[in-house]
């Protein structure tokens, strides 16, 4: 490694593995593309290695692809994940110049953490791990991936989490090693509403909610950790039912739905299916709130979303949210699982002004979630830790 990868974007090359990429879907997917085309663009040469199941639809066959930035590397790991590493290692060493690599990522999931360290080790280069949410949420009380996550984090030269109170639980369990929080940035530029659609907004909320009432979105896949069915228990028990409209944009878990068809006609709501990014922008703009009311999470992409479009969210107290929004000024909060505090923080969705939450919304994105922002966090991440000359 080079004095200058100490200082100068152009000189990092950086070898990023990854299971959430284009084209895979999700917050992930998005967050990862998003960083990955910010540190090209800031001049840094970053080689992907994709790691997918060859049973997804799409998936892209094992081959190496010279793109603009850097390599493209789809890796489908089949039956047989070792088996894919190893051919993955040895298509790295075929391209050329491997020791001209200066810093092996692992972004979040259970098989980048598993193989970048050893990646790491082998090319003599510092780890860095990338922490998002639930890769870390999960694999702390999980016996099987407990054991790759310690391995990651002690062998790391920095790890970055999405959230400061993941920072905090990180740095209590390996007090060695530098953690830094970085939130999730979006693009401001390219997120906007057109007038096409705010038409469409306006044309279904005419169409579909009764008159007076607020809407009130949850985005994205619904898992149980989102605490969905807390908001639909917490909406009857705020007895302002009649007064909302709730558009569930995303998949259901089993329980929501279960609960929709033993409680059918005592909430009025709206149903899709998951949607790529940009399809959700009319139905961002049809929402008076956005609501993401999850027991535990990272900094979710909807969060960041909704901020940009000046859509105040109603959630809980938790990991990222708890870091960037203030009740009563950018958001309405209440603390993970606490079905009174919702039913609250619901009421007040129902009978203030959401007009300026939206704005302190709009500001907060401008001043902290800026792509830019965000990308220049990460190359003052990365070249911090290339003094360190090798892995731990």
């Given at each position: 490694?080079?004095?200058?990868a100490a200082?100068d974007p152009a000189?990092l ?9 284009p ?10 593309d998003?960083?990955v ?9 970053i080689d ?5 199941p060859t049973?997804?639809?799409g998936t892209?066959?094992?081959r190496?692809?010279r793109?603009?930035g ?17 051919r993955?290692?040895s298509a790295l060493q ?11 990522v692992?972004?979040g ?9 050893v990646?790491?080790?082998?090319l ?6 990338l ?9 702390v ?6 054991g ?5 984090l ?6 970055a ?7 905090r639980r990180i ?5 060695g090693?530098?953690?830094r929080?970085?939130?999730?940035g979006i ?8 007038p096409?659609?705010?038409a469409?907004a ?5 169409a579909?909610?009764p008159?007076g009432?607020?809407v009130?979105g ?6 149980p950790?989102?605490?969905g069915?807390l ?6 028990r705020?007895?302002r039912?009649?007064d ?8 259901r878990?089993?329980?929501m739905?279960?609960w929709?068809?033993?409680?059918d006609?005592?909430v009025?709501?709206?149903g899709?299916?998951f949607l790529?990014r940009?399809?959700l922008?009319?139905?961002y703009?049809?929402c008076?709130?956005v609501?993401i ?8 992409n ?8 000046g ?5 809980s107290?938790v990991?990222?949210?708890?870091d ?6 950018t ?7 606490d ?15 959401p007009?300026p ?11 902290a979630f ?12 990365l070249?911090?830790?290339?003094s360190a000359?090798?892995?731990?």
């Open positions: 490694m080079t004095a200058d200082g000189a090359r950086v070898l990023w593995i990854t299971e959430t990429y084209p895979s879907r999700g917050g992930m997917a998005q967050s990862c998003r960083i085309r910010g540190l090209r663009g800031a001049g840094a040469t992907v290695l994709h790691v997918t049973a997804r639809p892209e066959p094992f190496v692809v793109r603009a850097g390599l493209h590397l789809p890796c489908p790991v089949d039956d047989d994940p070792p088996h894919a590493f190893n993955a290692w075929a391209q050329g110049d491997p020791d001209g690599i200066t810093h092996v692992a972004f999931g259970s098989r980048p953490i598993t193989v970048a360290p990646y790491a080790a082998w003599g280069v510092p780890l860095v791990t922490i998002r949410g639930n890769d870390f949420d999960s694999a009380f999980s016996a099987r991936r407990r790759p996550l310690d391995d990651a002690s062998r790391s030269a920095l790890v989490a999405v959230a400061q109170d993941k920072v740095a209590a369990l390996h007090p090693i530098p953690v929080w970085i939130p999730n693009d401001l530029d390219d997120w906007a509403t057109a096409s659609d705010r469409r306006a044309a279904w909320r005419a579909e909610v008159a009432r607020r009130i949850m985005f994205g896949h619904l898992k950790k989102k605490g069915t908001l639909l228990d917490a909406l009857l705020s007895g039912a009649d909302a409209h709730l558009l569930l944009a995303g998949d878990d089993e329980a739905d279960a929709l068809a033993d409680h006609g005592e009025s709501w709206s899709l299916p790529d940009f399809e922008l009319p139905w703009a049809a008076d709130w609501a009311p999850s027991f535990y999470d990272g900094l979710p909807v969060l960041v979303e909704a901020a940009a479009l859509v105040p969210v109603l959630g107290r990991a990222g949210m708890a960037v929004l203030v009740d009563g000024e958001g309405l909060l209440f603390e993970p699982g079905e009174d505090g919702c039913a609250e923080a619901l009421r007040r969705a129902l009978t203030e002004d007009e939450y939206g704005r302190a919304c709009r500001a907060l994105a401008e001043r800026d792509a830019r922002t965000e990308t220049a966090r990460y190359v003052d991440a070249t911090a830790c290339a000359g090798g892995p731990r």
